[in-house]
């Protein structure tokens, strides 16, 4: 059935819209409703008659390619999707993968108002519009949004604010929520503070901590802790320690039964003992196979801490002090003792169950345990088994007698690991008291039925490793294992988590305000994970299915690494915090339509190369080529070589090289990937089924295919070796084999990128210091922070497992890393600490200092933390160029840390190598890492991973129930978000006292009619600003002086220095922001003749910070402009780079050029941007910036008019209106986007 017109008229005064092209009642109910939707009105093809409607539809009309809607069945399921092969047009199958994207999104949101047919055409048209002069601007409409944070913050404030604004004007606050879905993951506000789990009594000290312990019990020290005589074995990154963990039954993920028990949470207090009988016995549950963690046996306590006295015990077999725990399939398993008075005790690792008694401390040395598949890896200590291999988990067979490996007291597991051969066989578990030998287990099958299925363990007493550790759920409370006392230090983890809950707290309440108030938005906890990461491993479709249409996914992101996401084959970039808001409220972005580069990949990689290797090979190539405002796009047979994870690392430096994207097209990979990670079989039949129906599948050996591109640059993986980046820019990329004289040659260069300037005759220069009571050395190379960190790497895990690998051998052979080395290992996501576990590598590199120290953005964005004092002392005494190795993505000056002038970017294995030197002026060919305890020389060949051995572990480790386990409570995760008490209700109680979150005052004067343009009477020049002016000039970053506007409004809030924190996380309180616009130290005003944030007050010839000289303009009734040469704005997006000045009273910038996204963003803030005519300057028109300016803007403004500007000696010149687009005007005419959905919402 089909209508052949229907009318859409219109309740308010707007103009009526008629649907004269035929279509089918179902196409147009659907394409009604998803605009409906777009305006926040309700629609239900019911409602679809041959009768009028009524819908608000503004300027829109019909989507003039409704007939390309087409019907796709999936298995049982009917979908709708734009066929874009029924355009029937040639020229779609020889654009380019990623410039398909952006067409289906121009077609299925076609409005004839944001999207108008002629912009589908313009892309369809790409091989010729993509080389016009003047480029071709063209709207796209992401299918959602992520944020991080620090970006977040803002975007959240000002939906609050807008929620207040619209109920002040009487509409419904509950209007203003996200349109298209957006994620916000917490990831920039964790710091590495502590490291190590080892050094000083404080955070000054370098943040580490004392001793080789996780933390120190009160009773450390004292005759008979157990803890003081294991200390020097006893390595304790518990990033996720056993010991500290509350996992109940009834925690999200545990998918446990209804009615099931509580794990107790803390285990008894020492108190608890004396009030023990002889004999007791207490009631257990053990969870069924299907309900545990990664296949693991959970186990949780019936009735804690009510016990029964028990039988006595008939069997003199077994000694006096007994702890009988039998697991089997059945429930309320009976746990038995026989107690003796004794101080301490042990509690069951992974789950809290307490376990009494243990043996007197005095009593125990070690304990020892079978190397197998139940309780650790086949990777630890094989070296004390020789000839043995790995156990597979359908084998199920234990070790000899004789076989064993060492583990903690506290890594007596009540589990096996965790796969199908494993998990329905029940075992026995017997821990007794016998002179410091055996702890007897023997097999139970002469008393049960099933004899064949009852493995049993083997326990004894000898040396201590480090623990193994379940990942994903943030340690609660550290305490002693041994005295069940709370540490005086906790874990590097557990501080680093703890100082930035206290931190940012007021920031942490107000977002999860938000996650439970605002519609369409999911905020991931802080201790989750990095955003790009969280987004690859979770967040992201691929493949969207709305109301039963698919449609590409797709994205924006308020970070400029959103671009990982292209190595999944979706299409995303970063933008400013005001584009974003506008995505999120339903608004389409413009962007010139870009050349688009391929990039061919042949070849096979080497054996030692990986894949942080390829990608800073890739990012110094592309640099040569030019690729700035150019999508990217990979091909070739040698892209089939490259994991998923690979391809992320490389799409993740993206803006290294400077392209807006770096996309991987879907194939075959990346299905494999999905699964891999978890993702819903039924969605993977949905994306594969979808994209091969739209010709958006790839074939990278299938050569017909290829489409056509702007240029083509070629890669043989074959040609990439081992490399770092630096030391100030990721793209000047050296081979290790050349750096030690490429950082020998930098130390002479002059000052610049690949030069510090030294006099020759101070390059072999040493400095002694002295830490933790020994002596060392430091000179020019000397590296003091080597971090493990960003999702560039972490995400990857074949550079992980490769990182472990390298670690476990380092370790074999006795290497050791400088304890005043800051190391550190910050995974993107629970998921590495969970195949970085599984696989066995986690104590080693807890052994040379990588322990977890936090999951978030940390040293890469320069949340490194302190370094020792005694190291920073000698460092700026001697003017020392010492280094930091990272596998990160930046390495910019300054960026990682204030003593740290030279900083390389490194793939892990690397960052561990360099740690094992000590220095970066190192010839690994010629010199050894160091010496085994034997004395012989170990090279970095000798325990340098092969590619095919770090694949293989990686194969079996890294399996989709460890996706599983992480994601299914990726919103609950963390326990302290979990206890943050946060207000309820549509509109936010702003708190006056705050110095995080402010109601800022965008809307203050807003009322509900649309004001008239005023023009623009005796502005003064606020700046006066040359050619370049980034967006970080202009926009707040950094360490807050203490000298700025900003620290003299922070300490009249009464704060001290050390809480003034920095701009980036008091993004959302615009009095903050406002003072630090404009602040930058590097800002040239030529008002003032010198750098700084300074300009003139020019009534009074005064000289005063921007922003004094702002507000006192402001009291005086003057409006401001800003003068500026050429490339205004250039730089990253930023928010607060129109926002500050909007805030500042800025009506018009007046510049020789613009960057496009700046110019975009001060017209959505209200701002005018200007432009001098051709040829024009402010100085050829001999402008001294110390005139008035007058603006008369007519009524009847249009895109691109020529407009004059007044001075007041009398003089005019004219100028160009950049709004350049009537979208542009609208937004002005209502005082900015955000201005303009308020009214929208209202009508």
Same mark, same amino acid.
Request: proline share 7%; glycine share 8%; aromatic share 8%.
């Given at each position: ?79 709708? $999707? ?190 608890? $003992? ?41 069997? &003199? ?6 702890? !009988? ?29 307490? /376990? ?41 067979? #234990? ?139 979770? #967040? ?80 110094? !190539? ?9 999508? @990217? ?124 300037? #030294? ?78 576990? &599984? ?45 930091? @190795? ?142 370049? @002016? ?75 910070? /921007? ?41 018009? @910038? ?94």
């Amino acid at each position: 059935m089909s209508l052949p017109t229907l009318t859409l008229t219109q309740e308010m005064s707007l103009p009526t819209l008629t649907l004269t092209q035929e279509m089918s009642l179902s196409s147009l109910a659907l394409s009604i409703t998803q605009r409906c939707r777009h305006h926040h009105q309700h629609f239900s093809p019911q409602h679809l008659t041959s009768h009028s409607y009524h819908v608000e539809m503004d300027m829109e009309g019909p989507n003039p390619f409704s007939h390309l809607l087409s019907d796709l069945k999936i298995g049982d399921e009917c979908f709708k $999707y734009y066929s874009l092969l029924g355009l029937e047009d040639a020229r779609y199958e020889r654009l380019p993968f990623s410039i398909r994207v952006l067409l289906e999104s121009a077609v299925r949101n076609c409005d004839n108002f944001q999207v108008k047919k002629e912009d589908v055409n313009n892309i369809l048209d790409w091989e010729k519009k993509q080389t016009d002069p003047n480029g071709v601007e063209v709207p796209f409409r992401p299918a959602r949004v992520i944020l991080q944070d620090f970006t977040g913050v803002p975007a959240v404030v000002d939906f609050a604010a807008m929620r207040d604004a619209v109920k002040e004007l009487g509409g419904d606050p509950k209007l203003i929520n996200p349109v298209c879905p957006a994620d916000l993951v917490i990831d920039h506000s964790v710091q590495v503070e502590f490291s190590r789990t080892r050094g000083g009594d404080d955070p000054g000290g370098g943040g580490t901590l004392t001793g080789q312990s996780c933390g120190r019990c009160v009773n450390y020290g004292q005759p008979g802790c157990v803890s003081t005589a294991m200390s020097e074995r006893r390595t304790s990154s518990r990033s996720y320690s056993r010991l500290h963990r509350s996992r109940g039954p009834h925690t999200e993920g545990s998918r446990s039964r209804p009615g099931s028990p509580v794990v107790h949470s803390r285990p008894a207090s020492p108190s608890v $003992y004396s009030s023990l009988p002889a004999s007791f016995s207490q009631q257990v549950y053990l969870m069924p196979p299907t309900a545990s963690v990664s296949g693991s046996v959970m186990v949780g306590v019936q009735q804690p801490w009510q016990f029964q006295p028990a039988a006595s015990t008939t069997s &003199h077999q077994l000694p006096a002090m007994v702890t !009988h725990l039998t697991l089997g399939e059945a429930l309320g398993n009976t746990l038995s003792y026989q107690q003796q008075a004794i101080p301490c005790t042990t509690v069951v690792p992974g789950y809290n169950l307490p /376990v009494y008694p243990t043996p007197h401390p005095a009593q125990i040395n070690r304990i020892q345990r079978p190397v197998s598949y139940y309780m650790g890896s086949p990777y630890m200590h094989q070296s004390s088994r020789p000839g043995s291999r790995p156990t597979t988990p359908d084998q199920c067979q #234990l070790p000899d007698s004789e076989s064993h490996r060492s583990v903690d007291i506290e890594d007596i597991s009540l589990r096996p690991r965790g796969f199908p051969g494993l998990r329905q066989r029940p075992f026995t578990l017997r821990k007794q008291e016998c002179d410091n030998s055996a702890v007897s287990v023997s097999d139970t099958s002469s008393t049960r039925t099933d004899t064949s299925a009852t493995p049993s363990l083997r326990l004894s007493v000898s040396s201590l490793p480090s623990p193994l550790d379940v990942p994903g759920i943030p340690i609660q409370d550290e305490v002693c294992p041994f005295h069940e006392r709370q540490s005086e230090w906790s874990s590097a983890l557990q501080k680093n988590q703890e100082i930035e809950f206290e931190r940012n707290y007021e920031r942490f309440v107000f977002l999860k305000w938000g996650a439970q108030a605002l519609k369409n938005l999911l905020i991931v906890p802080p201790g989750s994970g990095i955003v790009h990461q969280v987004n690859l491993e979770y #967040l992201a479709r691929v493949v969207f299915e709305e109301d039963k249409v698919l449609f590409p996914d797709s994205l924006v992101g308020t970070d400029s690494h959103t671009t990982m996401i292209n190595g999944l084959g979706v299409v995303g970039w970063g933008v400013g915090g005001i584009e974003a808001e506008a995505v999120m409220l339903g608004q389409a972005v413009s962007m010139v339509l870009p050349k688009v580069v391929g990039y061919r990949i042949t070849g096979t990689l080497s054996s030692l190369a990986t894949s942080t290797d390829v990608v800073l090979t890739i990012t110094k !190539h592309l640099r040569q080529v030019g690729v700035v405002g150019k999508f @990217v796009e990979f091909y070739g047979p040698g892209v089939k070589q490259l994991s998923l994870a690979d391809r992320a690392t490389i799409s993740n430096m993206c803006p290294e090289y400077g392209a807006t994207i770096g996309f991987f097209p879907v194939d075959d990979t990346t299905i494999n990937y999905l699964r891999q990670s978890n993702r819903d079989g039924n969605k993977i039949a949905q994306i594969e089924a979808y994209l091969k129906a739209v010709k958006m599948y790839r074939n990278f050996m299938d050569t017909s295919q290829d489409p056509s591109y702007s240029e083509v640059v070629t890669l043989d993986l074959a040609d990439v070796v081992p490399s770092l980046s630096g030391p100030k820019r990721p793209h000047d990329r050296v081979s290790v084999s050349s750096m030690k004289d490429d950082f020998h040659q930098c130390l002479s260069n002059k000052v610049g990128f690949k030069g510090f300037g #030294l006099p020759a005759d101070t390059h072999d220069k040493t400095v002694p210091f002295v830490y933790e009571s020994k002596e060392y050395t430091l000179k020019h190379g000397s590296v003091v922070i080597a971090a493990i960190t960003s999702c560039t790497n972490t995400s990857n895990p074949s550079v992980m497992l490769g990182a472990g690998l390298l670690a476990k051998k380092a370790v074999e052979a006795g290497l050791v890393v400088a304890p005043y080395i800051k190391t550190s290992l910050s995974p993107g996501s629970g998921v590495v600490t969970h195949y970085l576990q &599984h696989s066995g590598v986690t104590p080693f590199l807890a052994k040379l200092g990588f322990d977890i120290v936090g999951y978030g953005c940390m040293t890469c964005i320069g949340n490194s933390g302190p370094l020792p004092e005694s190291v920073v002392e000698a460092i700026e005494k001697n003017d020392l160029v010492c280094c930091g @190795v990272l596998s990160g993505n930046r390495n910019f000056e300054g960026r990682i840390h204030p003593n740290t002038r030279a900083n390389y970017l490194a793939s892990p294995l690397l960052v561990i190598a360099y740690a094992l030197a000590g220095r970066v002026d190192i010839d690994f060919q010629k010199e050894p890492l160091g010496h085994s305890e034997s004395g012989d020389a170990v090279f970095l060949r000798d325990i340098w991973p092969q590619r095919s051995e770090i694949q293989a572990v990686e194969q079996e480790h890294v399996i989709p129930v460890m996706f599983k386990e992480v994601y299914s409570r990726i919103t609950t995760g963390n326990v302290r978000w979990n206890k943050l008490e946060a207000p309820e209700g549509m509109l936010y109680p702003w708190d006056s006292k705050s110095t995080y979150i402010k109601r800022p005052p965008f809307f203050d004067s807003m009322k509900k009619e649309l004001p008239p343009i005023e023009s623009i009477k005796n502005a003064h020049v606020l700046l006066k600003l040359g050619d370049s @002016v980034t967006t970080d000039h202009i926009s707040p970053a950094g360490s807050i002086a203490r000298n700025s506007p900003a620290a003299r409004y922070l300490a009249s809030r009464g704060l001290t220095p050390r809480e003034f924190n920095s701009y980036g996380s008091r993004r959302g309180n615009d009095a903050v922001m406002a003072r630090g616009t404009f602040a930058n130290i590097r800002l040239i005003n030529k008002l003032v003749g010198k750098s700084g944030p300074y300009t003139i007050h020019i009534p009074s010839g005064e000289e005063l910070d /921007v922003f004094d000289a702002a507000e006192r303009y402001r009291e005086e009734g003057h409006p401001v402009v800003i003068l500026a040469g050429k490339e205004y704005g250039s730089g990253s997006s930023r928010d607060w780079a129109a926002k500050g000045p909007f805030l500042l009273g800025v009506r018009a @910038v007046i510049a020789e050029s613009y960057e496009r996204i700046h110019r975009s963003n001060l017209v959505g803030m209200g701002i005018i941007p200007m432009q001098f005519l051709e040829g024009e300057t402010a100085e050829s028109l001999e402008i001294s910036g110390k005139e008035t300016f007058t603006i008369d803007l007519p009524e009847d403004m249009k895109t691109g008019m020529i407009v004059p500007v007044h001075l007041s000696d009398g003089r005019s010149f004219e100028t160009v209106l950049r709004f350049d687009t009537e979208v542009e005007l609208m937004y002005f005419r209502h005082g900015g986007i955000l201005n303009y959905m308020i009214r929208k919402m209202i009508q």
